[in-house]
């Protein structure tokens, strides 16, 4: 029998793939341990890593002997970490027929530290919707939508859209999530591999977040009594307010926007200061014209407090678009664009950029922005060019003109579009 350092980590030779189905065999911290790494659970879902604490080992035994000679053990868990990618997500999505919902062409994206979904409203305009991940007990997660922006006239409020994503959500995982995941994915992993599930005394959810274009999940023993929280102040701010709100929260839940309306209006300053229910208060006033005139002033109160309120802006090009303000609508449209290409929400930047330079009466310079968003993020955006080209056309811009047509010659997929663009391509001067 091997006698062994037990603050080593045997070595891999020693995991014993023959009879511990790919556990790593490991000594330190004074015990012993097992781990598995980097394998797919499912099409999408991996596991980053599995630690299990064999507990009662005496020394010396047998390390040549592997992981395997555990595999009976009923063991302790110390960590468990997995990835989710973002084709499980639009998966889930499709599986749950949106159009049900009244929405449509909804994509997800994972962005540094939230995902953005994208869509539009049954025969609608734009929307989009940012989401993120709190803590549900000890290991459970909830995810929070929030940030609800439609890009257009709109039969209702964007203040709903977040409950509409909600109960999307219960259709695709019903209240799987917020309950403990820990045992499901063990049971994934180790049923068949013939592994006990291990005792979880002390596990804890120790990370949630989106990173690296992946949702990153991971359970500590003895890890923090709550986790980091998100550095999303939007975030946070949701999670706080759909609490502190709860009421007229549920109002809006049950697709009560009036009620919903009536009792933020009724709490007075207490909401209108708060950025979470001003931001619910400003897209139920902007949905109802009875209440412009308030919503533009609470719009404008927020603009002064803080400068690029994204919920006011959206405010007010929705009340200028249903005034048919074309003008002002442009303007805000363009610089909530800005602010989201500024924040990283490419989906909202776009929407709202799209939504700015396809107004006829934009002003020249508020549509120019609006396209410069666009096709900083996506230099071939055919739309944004073809804006480009106009406006350039309109000012008598030969290099805005040129540089239209050569990418519209690079990027449009109409023929007819690319030898048109070539013709009209002004001829550099000779000198």
């Known amino acids: ?44 879902v991996r596991l980053e890593a599995l630690t299990l604490q064999v507990p009662d080992v005496k020394f010396p035994f047998d390390v040549g002997r592997g992981s395997g000679q555990f595999r009976s053990r009923l063991c302790d868990l110390a960590e468990l970490g997995v990835t ?51 803590p549900e ?69 120790a990370r949630a977040e989106l990173a690296d274009g992946a949702v990153r999940i991971a359970w500590e023993r003895g890890g923090p009594a709550t986790p980091p929280p998100s550095p999303d102040p939007d975030l946070l701010a949701a999670d706080e307010g759909a609490r502190a709100f709860r009421d007229a929260e549920a109002l809006l839940a049950a697709g009560d926007a009036a009620g919903a309306r009536e009792r933020y209006l009724g709490l007075g300053p207490r909401a209108s200061a708060h950025p979470f229910a001003a931001e619910r208060l400003l897209a139920l006033l902007a949905a109802d014209e009875r209440f412009h005139d308030e919503a533009l002033d ?22 200028r678009l249903a005034r048919n303000d074309a003008p002002r609508a442009a303007r805000a449209l363009a610089e909530l664009a800005e602010g989201a290409a500024t924040r990283g929400e490419t989906s909202s930047a776009l929407a709202a950029a799209e939504a700015a330079f396809a107004l006829d009466a934009a002003d020249r310079q508020d549509a ?10 996506r230099p071939g955006h055919v739309p944004a060019l073809r804006a480009l080209r106009a406006i350039s056309r309109a000012s008598g811009d030969r290099e805005g003109l040129a540089r239209a047509n050569r990418r519209l010659v690079a990027y449009d997929p109409d023929d007819a579009g690319k030898a048109r663009a070539r013709r009209r391509s002004p001829r550099p001067s000779r000198r």
């Open 84 to 134: 989710v990618s973002p084709e499980v997500a639009q998966a889930a999505l499709a599986s749950a027929a949106p159009a049900s919902f009244g929405i449509e062409s909804v994509e997800i994206a994972f962005r540094p530290g939230f995902a953005e979904l994208a869509g539009r409203l049954a025969g609608g305009p734009a929307f989009t919707l940012r989401a993120g991940l709190v």
């Open 137 to 205: 007990g000890e290991r459970g997660l909830a995810i929070v939508f929030h940030s609800p922006r439609i890009y257009g006239p709109s039969p209702i409020a964007a203040a709903l859209l977040p409950h509409t994503a909600a109960r999307l959500l219960d259709a695709v995982a019903g209240a799987g999530l917020r309950q403990d995941l820990v045992p499901t994915l063990l049971r994934r992993v180790l049923a068949p591999r013939g592994w006990k599930t291990p005792r979880l005394d002390g596990a804890r959810l």
């Open 368 to 377: 120019l922005r609006a396209v410069e968003v666009t096709l900083a993020i």
């Open 298 to 319: 609470l719009a404008a109160a927020w603009r002064a407090r803080r400068p690029g309120f994204a919920a006011a802006l959206a405010a007010e090009a929705a009340i």
């Open 1 to 44: 029998m091997a006698e062994v350092n037990q603050d080593a980590s045997a070595p891999s030779s020693a995991t014993g793939t023959r009879s511990g189905a790919g556990f790593e065999l490991r000594l330190e911290r004074g015990g012993a341990y097992v781990r598995l790494a980097d394998q797919q659970i499912v099409p999408g």
